[in-house]
T-cell receptor
């Protein structure tokens, strides 16, 4: 099974409320990523877990949290949603090679709408 | 992070002709360059990739070229078909994968 599963597919949230998005994979990949994608823009890397180590991008450091309770699951948490968080959130996973990266598998995404 | 520039943003071609998408990157440490195709309602899917120890790779009507000196790589689709119509993303990885803004390819019958 080479699928990355994301739940839910669609999420409606109120401004100021928390949002938690879930991702899972059963490929035993050591690395899991979260990307934010807005229309007509490239997927933007928010953060990634390499094994148990969380790496957050500098410009999104304070806006997003994540947890990875085990190898298969990874969540993306927004403490207080703002209108600007409305986007598609893509989870992805890969197995890191030595020196060079390997194929990244993407989930179908969760479309978050903040109102 | 890495900056990946992708052009054109929209590409319209006639069925049977070829299509080319060009990308540039900044970080000389980038060593892996995948290309993804995304169809409406679907997740991005890897269609071809190239590593920094190669200059050219070809598979099933797709050709990727990599010029490390110029920090430039490109995707060429030969004999385009309507089914090739989709959004295409290039990406560069130095441990984290960064994407270009995407190219909307429209193949006209």
């Amino acid at each position: 099974d080479t699928t990355v599963k994301q739940n839910p597919r669609y999420k409606l949230a109120r401004v100021g409320k928390p949002v938690n998005l879930i991702c899972s994979q059963t490929m035993n990949h050591d690395t899991m990523y979260w990307y934010q994608k807005k229309p007509n823009q490239a997927p933007k890397l928010l953060l990634f877990y390499y094994d148990k180590i969380l790496n957050r991008e500098a410009d999104t450091f304070e806006k997003f949290q994540s947890s990875r309770p085990n190898n298969s699951f990874c969540s993306l948490y927004i403490g207080s949603a703002g209108l600007e968080y409305s986007a598609m959130y893509l989870c992805a996973s890969s197995r890191s090679g030595t020196g060079a990266f390997t194929e990244v598998f993407f989930g179908k995404g969760t479309r978050l709408t903040v109102v | 992070g890495e900056q990946v520039e992708q052009l054109p943003s929209i590409l319209r071609v006639q069925e049977g002709s070829s299509a080319s998408i060009n990308c540039t990157y900044e970080n000389s440490a980038s060593n892996y360059f995948p290309w993804y195709k995304q169809e409406p309602g679907e997740n991005p899917k890897l269609i071809i990739d190239i590593r920094s120890n190669m200059e050219r790779k070809q598979t099933q009507g797709l050709i990727v070229l990599l010029d490390k000196k110029a920090k430039r790589f490109s995707l060429h689709i030969t004999d385009t078909q309507p089914g090739d119509s989709a959004m295409y993303f290039c990406a560069a990885s130095e441990g984290r994968i960064f994407f270009g803004d995407g190219t909307q390819l429209v193949v006209k019958p």
